[in-house]
């Protein structure tokens, strides 16, 4: 029998990445072919990081915001995915070539260990911040996140993992794995971002950076440097069911504005896609029960092998217009949970994130409704903290004045509302190849 082949894993805090999340997962992609796992963790980002992500990855995962809980979230085993040894790594580092040989033979030696570290300005002062950053490590056994740390599944877990703190946590963790060895400190470089030093100022940032290592040091308020630092506290978790309106998977019945385009199987095809990435993206928003309302109704052999593999509690949407379905979806949640607010959305806007859904859910709390507007003069959500029948009355749908007149509905009953950010559906093959291209970065 041959032995088993190494396995790393490749664990990504992200928060708010944007675009240039697409080019630096496509440039992992090499170590997925040679079987590393890309593990993402997204700290409720509410820009285009999570659908940006979906393609590039092995997991996509989300948990609330801080880069410890982000990366011990990641670190965790699955019933697929067991790994020998992990590698935290910054969405803004780039690694050297050789980083997999180098990581498996470094840890035939030590436990743990972290690369040498390049920042990516040409200015002479970042030549020798890199190399104080490098020397003092080397010195003292104190890794941080920006050296791209690695270490053996079972040490890391030995060492409790990252203490769930705003700042400093990469140097408590290596404080944890000195008891273990001193690290393994790579020659090879990887390559960082310079932003942080120069969005502050160069000295300004350096002289902040060691007075808050020294104020650590001396026992200050892990909570206290961060603030310092420029963190802002993760916001507080809010609960929210959520009800998904569907269309079953069915060709000529499934995105039939995209059939010109696609053709009818392709189109149906990409129906099913959107369910299960709208469910995806709910269940990891982590925030209540989800209930799916299938049309024509919940009888599709797709809807009940989602009930029967992944317990999705699917039920009939009703007959009626666009605003009649939704509200007997409404009437059916106050009925049975007054007190939790409900979140309603379709499966048209793929760029819909956890995040977003988080936001809404917070936005309920101090609002009677909340809105994400659609590019085209509709809504992607409605959020409700407690029954509007007069939101689902009255408007013109699929027509791009459905928003306005949901929010003079709101406004006529005193109602407050929060508005966030606007999101696109995908309703035209325009909107198709937009979504082809922001996933390829073509």
């Not at 470089?189 to 007075?211: C, D, Q």
Request: glycine letters at 6%; proline letters at 6%; hydrophobic letters at 45%.
């Amino acid at each position: 029998m041959s032995p088993r082949r190494f396995k790393l894993r490749v664990v990504i805090p992200v928060l708010n990445e944007g675009a240039a999340l697409t080019e630096r997962l496509k440039a992992l992609q090499g170590l997925r072919k040679q079987g590393v796992e890309l593990v993402l963790v997204d700290g409720g980002s509410q820009d285009e990081s999570w659908v940006r992500a979906q393609p590039w990855v092995d997991r996509l995962l989300c948990t609330p915001s801080g880069r410890a809980r982000q990366m011990n979230a990641g670190a965790v085993d699955t019933a697929q995915s067991q790994a020998d040894a992990l590698l935290f790594l910054h969405a803004d580092t780039v690694l050297p070539g050789d980083a997999l040989s180098a990581i498996s033979q470094a840890l035939q030696d030590r436990p743990w260990g972290r690369f040498d570290v390049q920042l990516d300005s040409p200015e002479p002062p970042f030549r020798m911040i890199e190399t104080m950053m490098n020397l003092r490590s080397r010195l003292t056994g104190i890794a941080t996140g920006d050296q791209a740390m690695f270490a053996r599944t079972d040490a890391f877990r030995a060492a409790g993992g990252f203490p769930e703190q705003p700042l400093m946590e990469d140097v408590e963790l290596s404080k944890s794995l000195l008891k273990q060895s001193r690290p393994a400190c790579l020659r090879q470089r990887v390559r960082t971002s310079a932003r942080k030093w120069e969005k502050g100022g160069v000295w300004r940032t350096v002289f902040l950076m060691w007075r808050l290592r020294w104020a650590y040091f001396f026992g200050a308020s892990p909570a206290e440097l961060a603030l310092a630092y420029g963190y802002r506290a993760s916001p507080h978790a809010a609960p929210a069911a959520i009800a998904i309106l569907a269309k079953a998977p069915v060709p000529g019945m499934a995105k039939t504005r995209l059939i010109p385009a696609l053709g009818a199987w392709a189109a149906a095809r990409a129906q099913r896609q959107f369910i299960a990435q709208t469910l995806c993206t709910a269940q990891q928003a982590n925030l209540s029960d989800i209930t799916l309302w299938c049309a024509p109704n919940a009888q599709h052999r797709y809807f009940r092998a989602l009930q029967m593999h992944q317990g999705i509690a699917c039920l009939n949407q009703p007959d009626g217009d666009l605003g009649e379905r939704m509200q007997r979806c409404a009437e059916h949640h106050f009925a049975r949970r007054s007190g939790i607010p409900l979140l309603i959305i379709g499966t048209d806007c793929p760029v819909l994130s956890p995040g977003h859904l988080q936001e809404a859910a917070r936005g309920l709390l101090q609002h009677d409704a909340c809105l994400i507007p659609a590019e085209d003069g509709g809504y992607v959500l409605l959020g409700l903290r407690k029954m509007i029948p007069e939101v689902f009355s009255d408007i013109a749908w699929s027509t791009d004045s459905v928003l306005r007149q949901t929010q003079e509905r709101l406004t006529q009953v005193g109602a407050s509302v929060a508005l966030l950010p606007m999101l696109w559906d995908i309703d035209e093959p325009a909107d198709w190849q937009r979504w082809q291209t922001m996933r390829s970065n073509a």
